[in-house]
């Protein structure tokens, strides 16, 4: 038996269309799940909205959801909470009602395998469960980074990884938590989580400041460990100044089809700065013995429940206007932190 859904397809550059297609009920070892809410990402799916992202890349290879290449028309989105209505044989009819997540694209309703659905039990709103993918990439490069005490670290970008990573490395005994991002909003929303200090990149005076603040008196100039997650690659120069000898650069941005023209004379040949590639799809291979993806997924979980982000989420968008929401992000990224989309219960 099959019946219709709706889902969000990016059709071109700047282009969304909703189309409504066919889904079969649940099969053995299955659950259908009316979506209640997912989460839009402003890096990977601005990328793929703008057309920005290199068609040949499989989307994503460790997502079973998620098939074929970056190229048009696509279905994508990574983040979805909903409520399971109907389960296939083998499945206990308990689990009817429940509220689960599912890494699934933007959709009124999917059909998954119970064993690839999370059980939502705690307190945790739908909407800030969204947020458990970028949780999950938070926890990823703080593993990817090994912070220290007593360290000095800098983060550039504060969108909603970038600020997940801020609030995860606050608690931390560091010397000094310093962040950039060019909106105002975001800027505010990293001292709320516990930055110390946090500038707009964009002003020319920004490096020394930064410095400064990362210093505070100690005998070491610059960042012991610096992120780059803005999603910009000429903020890579900037993060590389910012990075003192033998420090450590976690480059957790994905810049699709733009390139890094890096400055890398000069002072760069001799800092022995390491330049780290850091990506949530797999983990560190020294971590493999003792760390698996369900346990750095159920921390994320765990953790966000403590840090309860709601805070971050400042529109929510009917699913029938979702191109709405993808224009908001684009035209105007100071007024946005998360996006996520609703779906009322006639989806």
Do not use: C
């Not at 610059?222 to 650069?249: C, K, N």
């Not at 760069?268 to 971590?287: D, G, K, N």
């Not at 369900?294 to 206007?321: C, D, G, K, M, S």
């Amino acid at each position: 038996m099959t019946f219709a859904r709706r889902a969000v397809y990016f059709t071109g550059p700047l282009q969304l269309q909703t189309r409504e297609e066919a889904v079969h009920s649940p099969r053995h070892g299955e659950v259908l799940v009316r979506t209640l809410v997912s989460g839009i990402s402003a890096g990977t799916e601005l990328l793929i909205y703008r057309g920005q992202a290199p068609g040949d890349l499989p989307v994503d290879m460790s997502l079973p959801a998620l098939g074929g290449n970056l190229e048009f028309p696509l279905k994508y989105g990574y983040a979805a909470v909903g409520r399971v209505t109907e389960v296939g044989l083998g499945v206990n009819e308990e689990n009817i009602g429940t509220t689960v997540f599912a890494f699934q694209p933007h959709q009124t309703h999917f059909v998954v395998p119970l064993d690839q659905t999370l059980l939502l039990a705690g307190d945790l709103l739908p909407e800030e469960a969204v947020l458990l993918p970028n949780a999950e990439t938070a926890v990823n490069l703080v593993h990817d980074g090994r912070p220290m005490a007593g360290e000095q670290v800098a983060v550039f970008g504060q969108g909603v990884v970038g600020l997940l990573t801020t609030a995860l490395l606050a608690p931390m005994p560091l010397a000094s938590l310093v962040t950039l991002d060019r909106h105002a909003l975001r800027r505010q929303a990293s001292l709320d989580f516990g930055a110390h200090d946090s500038f707009d990149p964009s002003l020319n005076e920004t490096l020394p400041r930064l410095l400064g603040a990362l210093q505070k008196g100690s005998d070491y100039p610059g960042a012991d460990l610096t992120y780059e997650l803005s999603g910009e690659p000429q903020t890579l120069d900037q993060a590389i100044d910012a990075t003192g000898f033998d420090g450590r650069l976690v480059i957790g941005s994905w810049y699709g089809r733009k390139h890094a023209a890096l400055d890398l004379g000069g002072r760069f040949h001799r800092s022995r700065i390491r330049l780290m590639a850091s990506q949530v799809s797999t983990l560190a291979p020294e971590l493999r013995g003792r760390w698996s993806h369900a346990r750095r997924l159920n921390y994320a979980l765990a953790w966000l429940e403590a840090l309860r982000p709601a805070r971050l989420i400042t529109h929510r968008v009917a699913f029938e206007q979702a191109a709405d929401a993808y224009r908001l992000l684009v035209e105007k990224p100071g007024e946005a932190i998360q996006v996520v989309l609703t779906y009322g219960d006639g989806a």
